[in-house]
C-alpha cells in the first residue's frame, strides 16, 4: 500500500482567495488522482495528474480553476483558484499501486475547505 | 457513462447482525471494483479490490461478491459491530477512473 499525506488538513478562506493543496506519497507513481466531495455527495474526479505532462480533466473542471502541478514522482499539488462558497467540499489525492492504473487505489486524508 | 448506485442509502442495526450492501453498475466492461470505508469528514480506506476476472474476495469479516456480467456487487460483513459505523463506498474502475457510487450509511447500535 502507499502512505499518502495532504497539507493542509483543513482551512477556512474568503471568497475570491485561492488556497493551493499538497498531496506527499512515499512511493514514486506515475499517475495521481485528484478528487472533490462536496457536502453530502460522493466523490468526483477532477484531473489525472501525470508527471512530466499537463494534467487531464474531467468535464466540467477547467485548468484556470484547478491548476494542478506535477513536478516529480512522489509531489503533487491542487490550486483551488478564486473561491467561492460552492467550492466548500473535501478535496483528496489517490494514487494507484504498483505505478499503473489498474490496481488498488489509495487515498490521502483529505483536505477539508470551506469557503466564507 | 458509468453510473453506479447504491443501495440502500443508509442502513440502521443492532450490534452482532450481519450486514449486506449492495452496488450496481451500468457499463460492465470494468477492469475492477473496490469497496472503501470512509468515517465522518476523513479519508477513504480501502477495504477489498475485486478484479474483473474474480468473483469474489475476502478479508476477515468482509466478503465482497462481483457478478460483472449483471453489473452487481454485494458487500457482506459478519457479525457487526458499532465500530463498522461509517459510510460505505464502492468505485469501479473503467475508461481509465474510478467511478463512485453515493454510498451506504451504516449505524451498528450497541
Known amino acids: 500500500s502507499a502512505v499518502i499525506s495532504q497539507k493542509p488538513s483543513r482551512d477556512i478562506c474568503q471568497r475570491g482567495t485561492s488556497l493551493t493543496i499538497q498531496c506527499q506519497v512515499d512511493?514514486?507513481?506515475?499517475?495521481m488522482f485528484w478528487y472533490r466531495q462536496q457536502p453530502g455527495q460522493s466523490l468526483t474526479l477532477i484531473a489525472t495528474?501525470?508527471?512530466?505532462?499537463?494534467?487531464?480533466?474531467e468535464s466540467g473542471f477547467v485548468i484556470d480553476k484547478f491548476p494542478i502541478s506535477r513536478p516529480n514522482l512522489t509531489f503533487s499539488t491542487l490550486t483551488v483558484s478564486n473561491m467561492s462558497p460552492e467550492d466548500s467540499s473535501i478535496y483528496l489525492c489517490?494514487?494507484?499501486?504498483?505505478?499503473?492504473?489498474?490496481?488498488?487505489?489509495?487515498f490521502g486524508p483529505g483536505t477539508r475547505l470551506t469557503v466564507l | 457513462k458509468q453510473e453506479v448506485t447504491q443501495i440502500p442509502a443508509a442502513l440502521s442495526v443492532p450490534e452482532g447482525e450481519n450486514l449486506v450492501l449492495n452496488c450496481s453498475f451500468t457499463d460492465s466492461a470494468i477492469y475492477n471494483l473496490q469497496w472503501f470505508r470512509q468515517d465522518p469528514g476523513k479519508g477513504l480506506t480501502s477495504l477489498l479490490l475485486?478484479?474483473?476476472?474474480?468473483r469474489e474476495q475476502t478479508s476477515g469479516r468482509l466478503n465482497a461478491s462481483l457478478d460483472k456480467s449483471s453489473g452487481r456487487s454485494t458487500l457482506y460483513i459478519a457479525a457487526s459491530q458499532p465500530g463498522d459505523s461509517a459510510t460505505y463506498l464502492c468505485?469501479?474502475?473503467?475508461?481509465?477512473?474510478?467511478?463512485f457510487g453515493a454510498g451506504t450509511t451504516v449505524t451498528v447500535r450497541a
Open positions: 475485486i478484479q474483473s476476472s474474480q
Open positions: 495528474a501525470n508527471q512530466g505532462s499537463e494534467a487531464t480533466y
Open positions: 468505485a469501479v474502475y473503467n475508461d481509465y477512473k474510478l467511478s
Open positions: 512511493s514514486q507513481v506515475t499517475m
Open positions: 489517490s494514487v494507484p499501486t504498483s505505478g499503473g492504473s489498474y490496481n488498488e487505489q489509495f
